[in-house]
């Protein structure tokens, strides 16, 4: 193999390199000069003002805010869970040796991972649970983000190697043995992060209650903001800043959860294959 080539491609020479450079320069220059233009005009506004975050100074806005993040974290909590197990049931049924059960299953997955997430939970309330917006973004969490991790559990599955399955049948376990003696506890350790990334999903998704009155943070920001006159005008802004922080921090600590999760799982295999050894 050439010294200037790799597997995957082409080691760039020279030329290229000072060409990808100045690129590269010139980029960051552009998005440093765009994020300072937004910024100036943002500051010129009175947005960054200190009269503009003298609203989180008052107990009762924090309060407000954590009633927010609760009523958050339920509506995640609750559709991660019924997320996971749709998914689970809609994932067996992609596996299944019937075909009328693999059709239906194929069906509802390919549907709600077309349907528009923000049509889905407006429809939901609109239509039915018009007195519950809770169930309705949980719903539409739910159906989406179920359609969605079935895909990845069945993926999960089919990329256990074919001869862990085949061992199985050959010891005379039934299929429901194998898949929950052998191809599940192998396939969870491949598709974890996966399935926390689509976790992450569902928690930001969460702001989507907002369109139906769910008190959601971004719902419950909006209020604030909107409650908070100063002489510069409403605290859109640093109220944005605020929520965005606290999403942004929790979708950080259940990303830190996925790779604790994963490498514990990691640790344990290991322990496991050295005592088999």
Same mark, same amino acid.
């Given at each position: ?78 559709? #991660? /869970? =019924? ?6 049931? &809609?994932? +067996? %049924? ?6 009328? $059960?693999? @059709? ?22 609109? #239509? /039915? =649970? ?6 309705? &973004?949980? +719903? %539409? ?6 359609? $969605?991790? @079935? ?127």
């Amino acid at each position: 193999m050439s010294g200037n080539s790799s597997v995957l491609y082409d080691v760039p020479g020279p030329r290229a390199r000072l060409r990808n450079n100045v690129l590269g320069v010139v980029s960051g220059l552009a998005l440093l000069a765009g994020l300072w233009y937004a910024f100036t005009k943002l500051n010129d506004a009175g947005q960054f003002s200190a009269a503009m975050w003298d609203v989180f100074a008052y107990k009762n806005t924090q309060e407000t805010i954590l009633t927010a993040l609760l009523d958050t974290l339920l509506a995640f909590g609750t559709a #991660a /869970v =019924l997320s996971l197990v749709l998914g689970a049931l &809609l994932a +067996i %049924g992609r596996l299944s040796d019937h075909r009328p $059960v693999r @059709a239906v299953c194929t069906a509802v997955v390919q549907f709600f991972r077309a349907m528009p997430l923000l049509v889905m939970i407006f429809g939901l309330y609109v #239509a /039915v =649970l018009t007195s519950a917006p809770f169930w309705a &973004l949980v +719903i %539409g969490l739910t159906l989406y983000n179920g359609a $969605v991790q @079935a895909e990845i559990i069945r993926s999960g599955i089919n990329a256990v190697p074919r001869g862990q399955s085949e061992a199985g049948y050959a010891i005379g376990l039934r299929k429901t043995q194998v898949m929950t003696l052998i191809l599940t506890p192998q396939a969870v350790r491949a598709m974890l992060p996966a399935i926390i990334g689509q976790l992450v999903v569902t928690l930001k998704d969460t702001s989507l209650g907002y369109v139906i009155t769910y008190p959601e943070l971004l719902h419950v920001g909006k209020q604030i903001a909107a409650s908070w006159a100063t002489p510069d005008g409403y605290p859109y802004i640093p109220v944005t800043i605020v929520i965005g922080a606290i999403y942004i921090g929790c979708c950080l600590l259940l990303t830190a959860l996925a790779k604790w999760l994963e490498g514990r799982s990691r640790r344990g295999a290991n322990r496991r294959t050295t005592a088999a050894a």
